[in-house]
């Protein structure tokens, strides 16, 4: 890809990531960033939302550091789908105005715990561009491909063994992510001849067992693959899913946690499937998404 003609000294942008207890979320971003800035040219740097470092505030004083005569960042949110995240958190970080009005705090009072009231202020006079999030992209298609044909080069089973799949992806209380999964995997179906369907991890239906078994009711399947799309590792794809398929006892995960802003709570039905399930990784560092990531900022240039 020739970003050349395209580049722009004055003008840097931020990834925007969640922020993970757990380092394989930082590491996995760190690879974002490096290949980003590698293919494209520009100035980039991280900004966690919480937990993590550097925050967006501190992304925007590296890059301030960075690049000279800096008068445009563009704040690229790299979430899959939108949510209270990307249309309320990140510009408010940002010091932009929300783009709705928060259903956890709809007067903007927050507590004074709450990661939005301990952020640091971005200290920045020139002009800050916030995209949207990656949305069901026919390009991400490519990439559940990979993560199919890589699980299915680890099958125990024969070549000929029938095979399912399932796209699974967090939920949300809002309408924005089952928005999101359902188009992608309206476009992933139209593309797989295999037998397929999604689930949520939480929040919404059908949830990740219900969807499991709805698939091995309906179609005679020895093995099924679960495609957790999702960008990085970290709680939901190393713990939560893998203890809903049944790959961890009940001791090593608590059916419900607190992540600040929301409680987690996972359906308890029990996965009914006997066959052999694959579990590949998310979408990680892939140079797809990266081809994704350049192509999204290049339209702002």
Known sequence: MDTNSKLSNNTAVILVSH???LPFAEEVFTEIKEKFINKSGLAAEIGYMKVSKPTIAGAV??????????????????FLA???HTNIDIPTLLGLEP???????????????HYLSIADDVDFDGEIELLSSIGPRDELLDIIDKRISEAL????????????????????????????????????EKTCSLPSSFGFMELCGPSIPESINKLADENDIDRLVVVPVFIAPGMHTTHDIPHILGFLEDHEHEHSHDHGDHDHVHDLTPVDFDGEILYPEPI??????????????????
Do not use: Q, W
């Not at 890059?63 to 690229?76: G, H, Q, S, T, Y």
């Not at 259903?103 to 903007?108: E, F, L, Q, S």
């Not at 990680?284 to 240039?301: H, P, R, T, W």
């Open 19 to 21: 922020g993970s207890t």
């Open 61 to 78: 004083e590296i890059l301030k550091e960075e690049v000279d005569d800096l008068n445009k960042i563009i704040a690229l949110p790299v």
């Open 82 to 84: 939108p949510g209270i």
């Open 99 to 113: 783009l709705e009005i928060d259903p956890r705090c709809p007067d903007g009072n927050y507590p004074a715990e």
């Open 153 to 188: 080069s680890e099958s125990e089973l024969d070549d000929d063994a029938k095979t399912g799949i399932l796209l699974v992806t967090h939920g949300s209380r809002l309408n924005y992510n089952k928005e999101f999964a359902t188009e992608l995997y309206d476009k992933f």
């Open 284 to 301: 990680k560092a892939d140079d797809i998404l990266i081809d994704i990531l350049i192509d999204m900022v290049n339209e702002k240039l």
